[in-house]
């Protein structure tokens, strides 16, 4: 089984330019979300969705815009890339019900100049 | 919000050594989780708690749920150079989508 793949693993971007984050799971999962990984600040919530149809924001929404494409995927856009937007994305899945753990992509190194 | 509290932030400790690191928080989780992640990839799950009191191994690690469900340990014992990497504990509250993540202990071995 993959679990969760997230595509691009790297990518350099201007200021200004914009890009689409894909992640995709294949654990029939019904939640998917979005985190930020920065130096010292640990893994933060940029976006979830709770069930196909479903987007809410998390701790850190600004600047970007997801999309619940179908049940297996959950894009993640950046408008207009800021430098402080440089960090390492994570996509996660996990099953909704009880208290089920969450699945972790590899992850996407986006850097801003 | 609710925040975890994880200490220590760092630990730089010698092969075979045992280690110790710990979530507090001031509020009450129904779920305790624990994950390890290595340099350039996600998280990864090793332990999951699910009961006030309950201590679960896998392997070397051990981590247990607090009895008041506001805190949880993991000890890894006898420690190998492939433990490296930094930890994450994740706490859940009921009826939460989202997970509550501490801020991670990054451990170092020297062989």
């Known amino acids: 089984n993959a679990g969760v793949t997230q595509t691009p693993k790297f990518q350099v971007l201007k200021t200004g330019q914009s890009m689409t984050l894909q992640c995709a799971q294949d654990?029939?999962?019904?939640?998917m979300y979005w985190y930020r990984q920065d130096p010292g600040m640990g893994l933060r919530l940029i976006y979830y969705s709770a069930s196909e149809g479903t987007t809410d924001k998390g701790e850190v929404p600004n600047g970007y815009n997801v999309s619940r494409l179908n049940k297996r995927e959950f894009s993640l856009r950046l408008e207009s890339a800021a430098p402080s937007q440089t960090s390492v994305y994570f996509c996660?899945?996990?099953?909704?019900?009880?208290?089920?753990?969450?699945?972790f992509g590899n992850g996407t190194r986006l850097t801003v100049t | 919000g609710q925040q975890l509290n994880q200490s220590p932030q760092s630990m730089f400790i010698q092969e075979g050594e045992d280690v110790s690191m710990n979530c507090t928080s001031s509020s009450i989780f129904n779920t305790w989780l624990w994950y390890k992640q290595e340099p350039g990839e996600g998280p990864v799950l090793l332990i999951a708690l699910y009961k006030a009191g309950e201590l679960t191994s896998n392997g070397r690690l051990t981590a247990q749920f607090g009895i008041t469900r506001k805190d949880s340990f993991l000890n890894i014992s006898a420690s190998i150079p492939s433990d490296v990497g930094i930890y994450f504990c994740?706490?859940?509250?009921?009826?939460?989508?989202?997970?509550?993540f501490g801020q991670g202990t990054r451990l170092t071995i020297n062989p």
């Open positions: 654990m029939n999962h019904n939640s």
């Open positions: 996660a899945s996990r099953a909704t019900g009880g208290y089920s753990p969450l699945h």
């Open positions: 994740a706490g859940i509250i009921q009826g939460a989508q989202k997970l509550v």
